[in-house]
């Protein structure tokens, strides 16, 4: 589950977060930085249990780096990854520093957010848009042996039985291609 990105979340909105996590039998809470500020030692409080994964965001290499190496949990986000802290680098380059990262920072990786992004394109599209990505990125998850959950990040318009059916036809594919236990 992901909480709010907003600043102004008022008491009540924090307290039902928690609470639909619990009903829900989440375990993890995806939070961005600034939300972790401010809310996280309330919903620490409400719920000791529950992990907080901090999602990395539009960070500079070395910003990324000390995100990564303060969070007990992270929460990875590919696009803002190859976009902002790669600045759009070629594939090579992506997949190099994710096999870095996840050599180093693994262990904490709750979840991987994925879309079909490419260099210079529209953000939040289908995994569909970017197979070559796609495939290599969850490879190399299936590899690094990441167990955590992996969500398709996609803009409104197109969370569409379409758009949908054609994201699961690509991760079939990826599956009967790949010999990994999923």
Same mark, same amino acid.
């Given at each position: 589950m992901k909480f709010q990105t907003s600043l102004e979340v008022p008491e009540q909105a924090v307290e039902n977060c928690v609470k639909l996590?619990?009903?829900?039998?989440?375990? %993890?809470?995806?939070? =961005?930085? +600034?939300?972790l500020r401010k809310f996280g030692s309330r919903i620490a409080e409400l719920a000791p249990g529950l992990n907080l994964a901090v999602e990395n965001n539009r960070f500079n290499k070395v910003r990324f780096d000390e995100w990564a190496s303060s969070n007990d949990k992270l929460t990875l986000d590919i696009? =803002?990854?190859?976009?902002? %802290?790669?600045?759009?680098? +070629?594939? !090579?380059?992506?997949?190099? !520093?994710?096999g870095l990262f996840l050599g180093k920072y693994g262990e904490k990786l709750q979840q991987v957010h994925l879309s079909g992004y490419q260099p210079g394109q529209p953000v939040h599209r289908p995994m569909y848009c970017n197979r070559d990505m796609v495939f290599s990125v969850l490879s190399l998850l299936a590899e690094t042996g990441f167990d955590g959950f992996l969500v398709s990040e996609v803009g409104e318009e197109y969370l569409n039985r379409r758009d949908l059916v054609m994201d699961t036809l690509l991760i079939g594919s990826w599956q009967e291609l790949t010999v990994v236990d999923v």
């Open positions: 996590c619990a009903v829900l039998n989440c375990d %993890t809470l995806v939070i =961005h930085e +600034p939300m696009e =803002h990854f190859w976009k902002f %802290t790669l600045n759009d680098a +070629p594939l !090579e380059i992506l997949l190099e !520093e994710l």
